[in-house]
């Protein structure tokens, strides 16, 4: 059964920095589209950031261009890292991966993917 799994969230204080990571378990497929989502409580979710894994392309809202990097990670088959430094109390959303085994032209709309992990929470706060 494939499965996204996200790991990493954690409390921190403004102006920190936080890594998330994401993997997709049980599939061999490779060229993944892997997408950051995030929703906080009365909010919709938005999408933040997203790679296509076989060429390394990358997309980012404008919220967090410039202080949030996304990553393939090499050592798995299908897993990336979202670098998040400088965060914001704004930032403080349970952080959703997302997957679809191909590429979109909308890759930061959630429209997009088709298997989705559990979240894992991010809380900025002094």
């Known amino acids: 059964q494939v499965q996204v799994v996200e790991s990493g969230g954690e409390s921190v204080q403004p102006g920190g920095s936080l890594t998330l990571s994401c993997v997709i378990s049980g599939s061999t497929h490779s060229a993944y589209l892997l997408g950051w989502f995030r929703q906080a409580p009365g909010k919709e979710r938005e999408g933040v950031a997203a790679i296509l894994l076989q060429f390394g392309t990358t997309y980012y809202a404008d919220s967090v261009k410039g202080r949030f990097t996304v990553s393939r990670d090499y050592t798995k088959n299908a897993a990336v890292n979202l670098e998040m430094r400088n965060l914001k109390p704004e930032d403080t959303a349970m952080y959703y991966c997302?997957?679809?085994?191909?590429?979109?032209?909308?890759?930061?709309?959630?429209?997009?993917?088709?298997?989705w992990g559990q979240g894992t929470q991010v809380t900025v706060s002094s």
């Open positions: 997302a997957a679809f085994p191909g590429s979109s032209s909308h890759p930061l709309r959630d429209s997009a993917y088709r298997l």
